[in-house]
T-cell receptor, first 114, second 116 residues
Framework: AQSVTQPDIHITVSEGASLELRCNYSYGATPYLFWYVQSPGQGLQLLLKYFSGDTLVQGIKGFEAEFKRSQSSFNLRKPSVHWSDAAEYFC????????????FGAGTRLFVKA | GAVVSQHPSRVICKSGTSVKIECRSLDFQATTMFWYRQFPKQSLMLMAT?????????EQGVEKDKFLINHASLTLSTLTVTSAHPEDSSFYIC????????????FGQGTRLTVV
């Protein structure tokens, strides 16, 4: 069965500092991998996705993620965090069999301090 | 990307009543739709998968008689919470995809249900 682990429940970084959010997945084949961001009381916004090709994926808002098959990881990074990046981040995995059934990790809450 | 619209965005209902949430794909035909539930400060948990014209497939632990799902057309799926109770208060989100044509599912903006 597919599963996603986000080991950090919350992370605090200073504005301007770099950020890395960890994500590990479990899936039998090459999965579709996603990072979503959710602000309080809001829906999901897709930051980036990976399903094939270059393992370093660029997304919106200056985010990137690297797929490492050997480590079953898909960590999200940003070189310089802005205060507006404070939100909940979800890593997700999906398969394209019978529809895009997306399984989410527990989420990581990002706090940004001035 | 494709657009999925959920309605209503917020609803308050009295305990014991039923409430219907709609999920529409606006610019593509959604062969499959998914319904998720999110409690405060928690992740999204898949409730069920619905395919157009078929009965929904529910995840373990989800009461199918309480959460009625109908996917009667390629652009509309509905989730009806029957005999709602305060513990059903949650954020419900749908997603939709057109199998084979996309590399992701498209999510609605969610519905905040409060049962009083």
């Amino acid at each position: 069965a597919q599963s996603v682990t986000q080991p950090d429940i919350h992370i605090t970084v200073s504005e301007g500092a770099s950020l890395e959010l960890r994500c590990n997945y479990s899936y039998g084949a090459t999965p579709y991998l996603f990072w979503y961001v959710q602000s309080p009381g809001q829906g999901l916004q897709l930051l980036l996705k990976y399903f094939s090709g270059d393992t370093l994926v660029q997304g919106i808002k200056g985010f990137e993620a690297e797929f490492k098959r050997s480590q079953s990881s898909f960590n999200l990074r940003k070189p310089s965090v802005h205060w507006s990046d404070a939100a909940e981040y979800f890593c997700a995995v999906a398969s394209n069999t019978g529809g895009f059934k997306t399984i989410f990790g527990a989420g990581t809450r990002l706090f940004v301090k001035a | 990307g494709a657009v999925v619209s959920q309605h209503p965005s917020r609803v308050i209902c009295k305990s014991g009543t039923s409430v219907k949430i709609e999920c529409r794909s606006l610019d593509f035909q959604a062969t499959t739709m998914f319904w998720y539930r999110q409690f405060p400060k928690q992740s999204l948990m898949l409730m069920a998968t619905s395919n157009e014209g078929s009965k929904a497939t529910y995840e373990q632990g989800v009461e199918k008689d309480k959460f009625l799902i109908n996917h009667a057309s390629l652009t509309l799926s509905t989730l009806t919470v029957t005999s709602a109770h305060p513990e059903d208060s949650s954020f419900y989100i749908c997603s939709a995809d057109s199998q084979g044509l996309n590399t992701e599912a498209f999510f609605g903006q969610g519905t905040r249900l409060t049962v009083v």
